[in-house]
């Protein structure tokens, strides 16, 4: 059985830093697609970064240039670097994964059949 479960979310102060862990078990061969979604209070879930089978990435725009994501060689732990933070990240963070192509309709929550738990990010003014 799939799991995938996050840790590494806390509270921070704007301008702060986190780092975002999701360790992947049970999965019978290594996803070609995962990504890190998050959701704020009151709003839809978004995409935040997606990352292929080869390490070619996207990011959302409200997060590129402060943002990184990378998975390890054996592709069963993803992180997610934030850096320079603002209140507005503030979210619930979800990785999500899929044996499908990262591409058209990975922007897209209903795209991934694997999620995660969540992880909260505070960020204070």
């Known amino acids: 059985q799939v799991q995938l479960v996050e840790s590494g979310g806390g509270s921070v102060q704007a301008g702060g830093s986190l780092r975002l862990a999701c360790a992947a078990y049970g999965y019978s061969a290594p996803f070609t697609c995962m990504a890190w979604f998050r959701q704020a209070p009151g709003k839809e879930r978004e995409k935040v970064a997606t990352?292929?089978?080869?390490?070619?990435?996207t990011y959302g725009d409200s997060v590129k240039g402060r943002f990184t994501i990378s998975q390890n060689n054996g592709k069963n732990t993803l992180w997610l670097q934030m850096n320079s933070l603002k209140p507005e990240d503030t979210a619930i963070y979800y990785c999500?994964?899929?044996?499908?192509?990262?591409?058209?309709?990975?922007?897209?929550?209903?795209?991934?059949?694997?999620w995660g738990q969540g992880t909260q990010v505070s960020v204070s003014s």
């Open positions: 990352i292929d089978h080869v390490g070619r990435t």
């Open positions: 999500a994964a899929a044996w499908k192509y990262c591409g058209d309709g990975d922007s897209l929550s209903s795209w991934y059949p694997y």
